[in-house]
Nanobody, 129 residues
Framework: QVQLVESGGGLVQAGGSLRLSCVASGRTSRSYAMGWFRQAPGKERDFVAAITWSGTIRSYEDSVKGRFTISTDNAKNRLSQRAVYLQMNTLKPEDTAVYYC?????????????????WGQGTQVTVSS
């Protein structure tokens, strides 16, 4: 089992920034990549960004490219506890959603929710206009 805990959400004005964190613990040796997804009210959960723990592969959803950056914390990346971050700049009201981190045993991260094996509880991001 892998446990994921997100933090860093909040209320911010349009144009502002937030940094989300996700700490993974447990059997993280079975985890090869991490993803961030978001779900707005009444909508499906959508892909935002993904990264391998090595940092060699990163991908972004088109609407966040150039504004969001996904990264891992090498200093924290012991197998017992690892962290991934999502730096979100130039936020827009349409970025408002609950943001979830997830992990997959696939060696290449995908954009599909079904490919991810463990999920966090989510953190609310609200961007006011």
């Amino acid at each position: 089992q892998v446990q994921l805990v997100e933090s860093g959400g909040g209320l911010v004005q349009a144009g502002g920034s937030l940094r989300l964190s996700c700490v993974a613990s447990g059997r993280t040796s079975r985890s090869y990549a991490m993803g961030w997804f978001r779900q707005a009210p009444g909508k499906e959960r959508d892909f935002v960004a993904a990264i391998t723990w090595s940092g060699t592969i990163r991908s972004y959803e088109d609407s966040v490219k150039g504004r969001f950056t996904i990264s891992t914390d090498n200093a924290k990346n012991r197998l017992s506890q690892r962290a991934v971050y999502l730096q979100m700049n130039t936020l827009k009201p349409e970025d408002t959603a609950v943001y979830y981190c997830a992990t997959t045993v696939r060696t290449i991260p995908t954009t599909t929710t079904a490919d991810y094996d463990y999920w966090g509880q989510g953190t609310q991001v609200t961007v006011s206009s």
